[in-house]
Each structure stands twice: as structure tokens, then as C-alpha cells.
């Protein structure tokens, strides 16, 4: 798929979106985009594959006018009544999400979202209760190895990690610590975390940069309660994402079940409204299971979200409603692709369906 990617991005899926091919082709069930924030401006990029997951705000406004010219686009409360008891949707319906609860959903998203009358439904995390600047920790966890030494040893026993790390190894051993920090809790992840800052010989106050320079806290600080009220304020729906964003499939049975249920409790306290849906962490096939689906359901959720591609299978399951994941080299062509569920339909011939088809089983 990789070696004719630039042909379906530059000359297929331009010219079927043309011809409106891939408007018409998409499907009766509506198709779900996911968005992980809208860059600040003024932001310069720290990594391309730490920053690719969020969009500019030209790129936002192009996709949204795309969007209502050639699809319907629907409210969160209109997409709920239709996962719970089957509500009648026009064709073409999309809505849209958005994860982490990125301080620049309020500040950037938003009024993009309001100049153009959308609604979108934010999933947020349980550090967006916290009041002190926070930011999500897998991110924080990237951005401190970056901060480290360009070589460095890391001894952490506890998880079973002893190594030499150059430069080029950063990005591959910060993924194997984020599924290795994911086993623990938050308060024993926190402590393994000052552990790391200190083989790194990085001060406690490393990351104040981030989290004071007004436009590196847009991107990369979550919402704080007040904030989050905001948001909840201005008629955008408000969706669990856990309390602390690990991949739920590496946690016990009693930690993964406490990251999905208190998060609905704790949104549900604080903001004085019920939470409906959930969207997994990472959400795909290593991070999400059968166990996770039957927890949010058991937990009193409406519908789950997992982050794999393409639209509406015919035997989807309420617990993993796929999504299209909108990067920022997207085109309006590729989205279009994507939207239309003619992206996924190539792949599933070349290689076979991942997380959709395993989950689908177990519908």
C-alpha cells in the first residue's frame, strides 16, 4: 500500500473526488472523523511525528466548508440517538470528535467551529480536572527524552529496561516506554517518571516552557477545570478518554477498569451533565481488546470510539465505532477517501482487516 500511496493521494482520489465518485459512494451509516487539535498560531513544531496528529487552522476551515458543502454534518446528541435506539440520519452524515482535551480545543478549535455553526464532541482526559498545567504524559514522556542528553543509559528495573539510547533510538524506545509505563497507576507512573527526569539530569522545572509560554501551553497543556466548563458551555458535547490516558490493554483487569469507569464518574461530577461516550486511548489493535469493549459498556457508556479507518461496517459494534484519524498532510481528497470508506475498501484487499474485523467478531 505504501508503494502506490502517492499515486491514490495525488492523481485517484483528486480525480474521484472530482467526478463526486466519492461522495455518492459513501455508505447509509455515518462516518465518524477524529481530530487531536488545531495548532496555535504562532507555533513552531517541536517534532513533525509528535505535532503531525493536530491540524493548522486554515487546514480546520478548508476541511469543515468541504464538509458542509458535500456531507451533513451532525450534532453529538443527534449521532447518540442513533447509536441508541437506530434515529434516522440524513445520507452522507458525519460527525465530528476530537481527543486528548488539548487547551487549543477551546482556544483554537472552538471558534472555528462556531464561525462555521459545528459541533463537535471532545473527548477529555482526567488531568483536565486537575487545576495545576498539565500535560498529557506520553507527550511529556517524548518531549523530556528529546530534552536529554543526544546519548544517554536508562536503568529502570522495575520495568525491566536497561539500555544505551542514541539519538535515532529516541522515538522507537519512548514507544516501548509508553507501553511499559502503562502497566502502573498514576501515582507509580509519576514516581517512575522522576526517576527518568533525574538519568536524564534534567531539573524539576525542565518543562516549565511548555507549560508557561502562552502559545507551547495551547498545544501541548490540557484543558483545566474552568476551561473544560467552557467548553461544555458553548454546546459541544463532552465524551470520557480515561483518567490518565495509557493503553488500557497493558493494565490489570482492576487498573483498566478503574480508568474507564472513574472517568465518567469524575466528568459526571464536575460537570453536572451525564457522559455518554468513550473513546480508547490510542485505539487500535494493541491497545484496545474485547476486554476494554465489555468494560465500557459494563461501566454505563452509550457508545466507544476506537481510531482505526475507514466508515460504518455492516455489523459494527456500539462499543468500537471506528473512526477516520485526520492528520495534517491529509488532503481534502484523502479525507474525502477515507469519509467514503473507499481508502479502507483498498487496503482490506491487500492486507487483511485489523482491529474492525477482530472486534466485529465479537459483536
Known sequence: MRLVSPLLKHIVYPGLSKAGYLRHAAGTRPAVLTYHGVLPRGYKLVDPGLDGSLVSAESFRCQLRLLKSRYNLISPPEFLLWCESGHKLPPGSVLLTCDDGLRNSLLDMLPILQEQGLRCLFFVTGASL???????????????????????????????????????????????????????????????????????????????????????SRRFCVLNPAELQQLAAAGMGIGAHTVSHPMLSQLSPQLA?????????????????????????????????????????????????????????????????????VTAEMSLAELEAHISGFHRSLQELIRPAGLSAAVGSNA
Open 130 to 216: 486537575a487545576n495545576a498545567p498539565t500535560m498529557l504524559w506520553y507527550e511529556e514522556l517524548y518531549l523530556m527524552l528529546l530534552a536529554g542528553r543526544e546519548n544517554f543509559a536508562l536503568n529502570l528495573p522495575e520495568i525491566g529496561l536497561q539500555a544505551n539510547i542514541g539519538y535515532k533510538e529516541k522515538r522507537r524506545r519512548w514507544w516501548e516506554l509508553v507501553r511499559k509505563l502503562s502497566r502502573f497507576g498514576v501515582d507509580r507512573r509519576s514516581a517512575l517518571f522522576g526517576n527518568i527526569r533525574m538519568q536524564l539530569g534534567l531539573s524539576e522545572r525542565w518543562n516549565a516552557d511548555y507549560c508557561e509560554d502562552p502559545v507551547r
Open 257 to 325: 477498569w478503574s480508568e474507564i469507569s472513574d472517568s465518567k464518574h469524575n466528568l459526571e461530577q464536575a460537570l453536572g451533565q451525564e457522559i455518554s461516550a468513550f473513546a480508547y486511548p490510542f485505539g487500535d489493535s494493541s491497545s484496545v481488546t474485547p476486554r476494554e469493549l465489555e468494560m465500557a459498556e459494563r461501566a454505563g457508556f452509550q457508545c466507544a470510539f476506537v481510531n482505526v479507518d475507514g466508515g460504518f461496517g455492516s455489523r459494527t459494534p456500539k462499543f468500537a465505532l471506528p473512526r477516520v484519524h
